[in-house]
């Protein structure tokens, strides 16, 4: 049998991808080497800590705590960085690409935080960074958007890229569980951030949210300038009137691209009970792309956890060996490509129709004023429900679902109206209704 050309890895990072990394290259080895003509053969995995038990049979002689030394090592040709954070991750992937070595990364903090400098430092040392892993777990969706897709203008992303929080809203809409009790069990799967303000509060959509659009508009994204609203604390009762009025509350990515502007924003987002992306629960993600070209295209699987996330990761070292043996990288995975910069676009100029919970003072003539309010900001009404009144409660739950209406627009209303005496009681809820148009 002919023999193999082998690449060396380093895996720097055993935790739980680390590990499923070891893992999904012990078991599918074999597969990967008859698949790419060459062998992926592990130098070393660094970690802090080498003793606690992964469930991997990695030969203990491959465990270092010095992750610098091992990726220094000149039978290491490809270092995966899956550390996570913005800290020594970023130095070591920094020392990596110096050196010359593609580094593959799941770290979407980073590449949304730092990706511009890493992927010029890369440029620099004629090497790459590849972080598929970073969006979708185990979704293919980088490889479709630069390599699938790569002949269309993208005109919009539509995404569910937090595992965490999709589990959490699917497990109250179906289960009628409250928010708290629901995140301690994502925690416990092991599909939660070790911050899990980064889950719930957005932020780890809106990293995702960063990568892929810096990828399809090949521009850099100011992630201070995206719009970013989490779940937490999300209510039942929203949950259950959205579903009544036959519609499912997603924390969505909104991608758009226009001809002067890109809109990137990250929010609970309502979706009508029959589109494709409502049918997406637990851990699940799915990401829907449309291209002037080919039209709209769905991407679905595991979005988070151990072995999807692996499948990712080895996928990209596979791609970073058959670089290397082809004598360099052979795609520009730096979004910057952009021969023209757009802006953002400003939040309070994005149109859509919104989802309004109000809890609003009973009484003759309420209704009137509030909608009055709206009218006088352009806003126009599609439809009321009143729910009835709670024995003892002077204020009753309004929903209402607006024209399509300028966020600022909506924003102003709903300081009107909160400013106005015996009307409100609480703050209005408002959520974004997608129509996909
Ligand atoms: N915390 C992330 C999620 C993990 O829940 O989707 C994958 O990036």
Known sequence: MKKLKEIGVAVLGYGTVGAGVVETLLKNGDLLAERLGFRMVLKGVADVDVTTDRGVALDPSLLTTDGSALLSREDVDVVVELIGGTGVAKTFILQALEKGKPVVTANKKLLAEYGGELHRVADEH??????????????????????????????????????????????????????????????NAGYAEAEPSLDIDGYDTAHKAAVLASLAYGQPIPLEKVTVRGIRGMSSLDIDYASEMEYRIKLLAILRGGADDIEVSVQPTLVAHNHPLAAVSG?????????????????YGRGAGRAATASAVVADMADAGLNLLAGGRRRDLSGVSAAKI??????????????????????????????????????????????????????????????????????DALRDIADMQNVTDQETVRYRIEDFK
């Open 126 to 187: 004629h090497t790459e960074i590849l972080f598929e892993a970073a969006v979708g777990g185990g979704i293919p969706i980088i490889k479709a958007l630069r390599e699938g897709l790569c002949a269309n203008h993208i005109e919009s992303i539509y995404g569910i890229l937090n595992g965490t929080c999709n589990y959490i809203l699917t497990r109250m809409e179906e289960e009628k569980l409250p928010f708290e009790e629901v995140l301690l069990a994502a925690q």
């Open 283 to 299: 851990v699940f993600n799915a990401v829907q792309v449309q291209g002037d070209i080919v039209g709209t295209t769905l991407y």
């Open 342 to 411: 757009l802006p953002l676009r400003e939040p309070g100029a994005v149109v859509a129709r919104y989802y309004l919970r109000f809890s609003m003072l009973d009484h003759p003539g309420v209704l009137a004023r509030v909608a009055s309010v709206l009218g006088g900001h352009g806003i126009g009404i599609d439809s009321v429900i009143q729910k009835e009144r709670a024995e003892n409660m002077a204020y009753v739950p309004v929903i209402m679902v607006t024209d399509q209406a300028k966020e600022k627009d909506i924003a």
